[in-house]
C-alpha cells in the first residue's frame, strides 16, 4: 500500500492508504459533496430516560411506556406510566442498521418540536398540553439537572453570580431541523466500514436516529436512495475507509466526497435511486445472490458520475476485498 494525504497542499490533512493503482483511482471520488451530515439526537447520558417501550395503547387516547434502562450510563428507576403519544418517535439505534437495511426496534420521547432546534417545548406549554408527560419528566427532574451537558449549554451565570437557566431541564441535544426529515440516509458511528441504509416514516411517524447513528437529511425517498446508493458504492466505501480514524465514521468525512445533488433529470442518478430501493428490498428479504447481483449494478453506475475506467473500479474492488 501506498499513502498521500487526503489534500496534496496540505500533509496534515487526512491521509489516504491504498494500493498505488487504487489511489490513483480514489482521487477521482474525492471533493466537495452537495450534501451534510448530522448527528442523531442526543439525550446527554439520559437515555434511560428518554428511551422507552410501549406497554399498550389505552382508549382514552394515552400510552403507556416503560423506560429502557438496561445498560444505562446514567442510572435511573425502571417506571411504567402512562403520556401523551404526541412526543413519542420510532428510535433508531446503531444495533438498528446494516447495509441496505434499518428498523427501529424502541421508541424516544422527544421533547423537542418541528422547528424549535435546540429550543425545547417550553414548561408552562408541557405542563399544559401534555400534562402526564410532564409528570413523567418532573419524575427524573434531578437526574436531567444532573447532566454536564445540560449545565454547560442550557445555564450561565448573570452578573452578579446567579445561576440563569436557558432553556428546560428536560433539553436534549443535536436537534436541528434534520432531525424531522422524514426521509434519512444513516450510518453508524462506530463500525469498520461505511454501513448505510435509508430510513422513511414508520406506522407514519418519523424516525430519530440517536447519537450513535449519522445521518444525512433528504427532502425525499428517491433523493435518499440516490444518496445511499452512492455513498454504498465501491469507490466511495474504499475513499472514505482509507481515511477515517480507526472505527470512527465522523459526518465530517461526507465534506470530502463528491457526491452531486439529486438530480431527477439525470437517467443515472435515477437508476441509482432505482438500484438502491430494489437492495433495500433484497436486504429485507435476505436475499444475498440477488443483493450481491444489485451493488455490481450500484458499483458500475456510481463509477458513471466520477468518471472512474473499468481497470480504475476492478483496482479499487481488489483493494477493499483486502482492506
Known amino acids: 500500500f501506498a499513502a498521500e494525504p487526503v489534500d496534496p497542499d496540505d500533509p496534515t490533512s487526512p491521509w489516504l492508504t491504498a494500493s498505488k493503482g487504487a489511489l490513483r483511482a480514489v482521487r477521482k471520488v474525492l471533493g466537495q459533496s452537495d450534501y451534510t451530515a448530522h448527528e442523531g439526537v442526543n439525550t446527554g447520558g439520559a437515555n434511560a430516560v428518554y428511551w422507552v417501550e410501549i406497554v399498550i395503547s389505552r382508549p382514552d387516547g394515552l400510552v403507556v411506556v416503560r423506560n429502557l434502562t438496561r445498560g444505562a450510563k446514567r442510572k435511573v428507576p425502571e417506571v411504567t406510566e402512562a403520556i401523551e403519544p404526541d412526543l413519542l ?5 446503531g444495533r438498528d442498521v446494516q447495509r441496505w437495511h434499518a428498523e427501529p426496534s424502541a421508541f424516544i420521547l422527544l421533547t423537542h418540536k418541528p422547528g424549535m432546534r435546540l429550543k425545547a417545548i417550553p414548561e408552562e406549554e408541557m405542563q399544559q398540553t401534555y400534562p402526564h408527560t410532564w409528570a413523567y419528566l418532573k419524575r427524573f427532574e434531578p437526574a436531567l439537572r444532573e447532566r454536564p451537558a445540560l449545565k454547560r449549554y442550557f445555564t450561565r451565570k448573570s452578573k452578579n453570580g446567579k445561576v440563569i437557566e436557558a432553556g428546560p431541564f428536560y433539553s436534549m441535544f443535536d436537534v436541528g431541523d434534520y432531525t424531522f426529515a ?18 422513511g416514516p414508520h406506522n407514519g411517524k418519523t424516525v430519530i436516529p440517536n447519537e ?11 433523493e435518499a436512495y440516490y444518496f445511499c446508493a452512492v455513498a454504498s458504492a465501491s469507490a466511495l466505501r474504499m475513499a472514505v475507509r482509507s481515511f477515517f480514524v480507526e472505527t470512527q465514521i465522523a459526518p ?10 439529486y438530480d431527477p433529470a439525470d437517467p443515472v442518478h435515477r437508476a441509482l435511486a432505482e438500484a438502491s430501493k430494489e437492495a433495500h428490498e433484497a436486504a429485507a428479504q435476505g436475499d444475498e445472490p440477488r443483493l450481491r447481483e444489485i451493488e455490481d449494478k450500484v458499483n458500475a453506475l456510481a463509477a458513471k ?15 477493499l476485498e483486502g482492506h
Do not use: Q
Open 89 to 93: 418517535y420510532p428510535l433508531l439505534r
Open 182 to 199: 422524514s426521509w434519512k440516509v444513516v450510518w453508524r458511528y462506530v463500525a469498520n466500514d461505511f454501513v448505510l441504509a435509508v430510513i
Open 212 to 222: 450513535k447513528l449519522m445521518l444525512v437529511a433528504c427532502s425525499n425517498s428517491e
Open 305 to 319: 458520475l466520477w468518471g472512474l475506467t473499468d481497470k480504475e473500479l476492478k483496482e479499487i474492488e481488489s483493494d
Open 252 to 261: 465530517h468525512v461526507i465534506r470530502r466526497v463528491c457526491i452531486p445533488k
